[in-house]
């Protein structure tokens, strides 16, 4: 079976517990798209040109210490505006989405420019101040002593970023069904996706 369901959304709106967990359920093999910018970007921090480090990624690379921290997210953010960068990590991507046995992706452009024939699309979203403080928390537990106002400027310039650039902006694709966790736990987040999934399961 193939079968993709694509999860876009800003950061810290909780696109990747649902990603992970909807995956987990369905026995579905699951990509953090932001991953692979995340690794390219830390490589341009490492001394790397963006194209070169885009073409040279590796599986490994994914797996790398410090893809977390707030320098290499900007530095995703920044890559992930280039055209030439993008084109280089689509084809990847797009495999992983057809693969047999079902994939679910998150990102931030899944649903409009990786697989816009997707079977289930979901943009997550939540509010600025929602989102800020997740990540605040995030950043404090993995002992970055991050002024919160400066978490919120961080995520809203990145939002602006990735919003505004011409090559696949975030946007909600428009058969996409938003889901906004402001007010969700993560159990009633993971079970509206659930349901829209399974509405759109193949019947067995």
């Known amino acids: 079976m193939i079968f993709t369901v694509a999860i876009d959304g800003p950061a810290a709106a909780g696109k990747g517990t649902i990603s992970r967990e909807v995956a987990a359920r369905f026995g579905f093999a699951h990509l953090d798209t ?61 495999r992983f989405a057809r693969r047999k046995g079902g994939a679910v992706l998150d990102g931030r452009d899944i649903g409009t420019v990786i697989c816009p024939e997707a079977e289930v699309k979901l943009f997550v979203t939540a509010s600025d101040a929602v989102r800020a403080e997740r990540r605040w928390l995030e950043e404090r537990a993995a002992g970055h002593d991050t ?44 079970a509206a996706a659930v349901a829209q999934i399974e509405q759109r399961l193949p019947a067995e």
């Open 147 to 190: 002024p919160l106002e400066d978490v919120l400027a961080e995520l809203r310039a990145r939002d602006a970023r990735d919003a505004a650039r011409a090559t696949a902006p975030m946007v909600a694709a428009p058969d996409a069904l938003v889901l906004d966790t402001s007010a969700m736990t993560v159990p009633e987040a993971v």
């Open 34 to 94: 932001g991953l692979i910018y995340r690794a390219t970007g830390r490589r341009v921090l490492a001394g790397e040109a963006p194209l070169a480090a885009a073409q040279a990624l590796l599986p490994e690379d994914l797996r790398a210490d410090g893809l977390r921290t707030p320098e290499v997210a900007q530095a995703a953010s920044r890559v992930a505006a280039i055209p030439e960068v993008r084109a280089a990590l689509v084809d990847f991507q797009r």
